[in-house]
């Protein structure tokens, strides 16, 4: 099981990205996915994360109505689409993967994770 992260990058205020999670050796549609963030010097926190059935989907507060997570399971990858960006956004952003999962933003529900990619929002 490999997540690959990408599409991070440095992005003005108001701004949007596109973050995509590559996944291989397993079928995404068996598994539940979340994007999750570390600030520096803050703890990694929950973003948005998706049940395997794709049913339930959770958003923290700070983004929701900002962020949309989806997923191609033909093509084993989940986005996360970023709009309206702050400042306080720029974390190093990462995806995980569990099997049959719900929606749970607890990372410790994850067993499989990516490399993360930087996200920086600033003017």
């Known amino acids: 099981v490999q997540l690959q992260a990408s599409g991070g990058g440095l992005v003005q205020p108001g701004g949007f990205l596109r973050l995509s999670c590559a996944a291989s050796?397993?079928?995404?549609?068996?598994?539940?996915i979340g994007w999750f963030r570390q600030a520096p010097g803050k703890e990694r926190e929950g973003v948005s994360c998706e049940s395997s059935s794709g049913h339930n989907t959770y958003y923290a507060d700070s983004v929701k109505g900002r962020f949309t997570l989806s997923r191609d399971n033909a093509k084993s990858t989940v986005y996360l689409q970023m709009s309206s960006l702050k400042p306080e956004d720029t974390a190093v952003y990462y995806c995980a993967a569990r099997r049959n999962g719900g929606s749970s933003s607890d990372e410790r529900n994850y067993a499989y994770w990516g490399q993360g990619t930087l996200v920086t929002v600033s003017s």
């Open positions: 050796g397993f079928h995404l549609d068996r598994y539940a």
